[in-house]
């Protein structure tokens, strides 16, 4: 098993059961030396499974004060995959450890 942590649509059960055919479970956890900040969505498909035209992105910056609340959910190395898909080109996914000592994937600025 893998962790992947989401802030936003990935929280969403319409997006989970549409994009890894289950529900996701996962627990609250806090991710640090980030920041939020919207990005707009133009990819039809991610479109219709969030419903919502703009999604909260990652932005680094390295200031311990910066935290950003969400679920890191359990997923196995085909539900990454489907989440790759899923994310549109202006995110990448890379691996960072949470408060709570775990390490899983995160979705960030590209």
């Not at 997006?15 to 956890?29: A, S």
């Not at 919502?52 to 679920?71: A, C, M, R, W």
Request: charged share 30%; glycine share 8%; hydrophobic share 35%.
């Amino acid at each position: 098993m893998h962790y992947l942590f989401s802030y936003g649509t990935l929280q969403k059960e319409q997006v989970q059961i549409e994009t890894f055919g289950r529900l996701l479970q996962g627990e609250k956890d806090v991710l640090t030396g980030y920041k939020l900040k919207m990005l707009e969505i133009t990819d039809p498909e991610v479109l219709r499974k969030s419903s919502q035209k703009y999604h909260p992105i990652l932005e680094f910056s390295g200031n311990t004060d910066d935290e950003v609340e969400g679920v890191l959910f359990e997923v196995t190395e085909q539900e990454i995959l489907q989440a790759d898909e899923y994310e549109v080109d202006d995110y990448q996914r890379i691996e960072a450890v949470f408060k709570s000592g775990k390490k899983g994937f995160i979705y960030v600025e590209k």
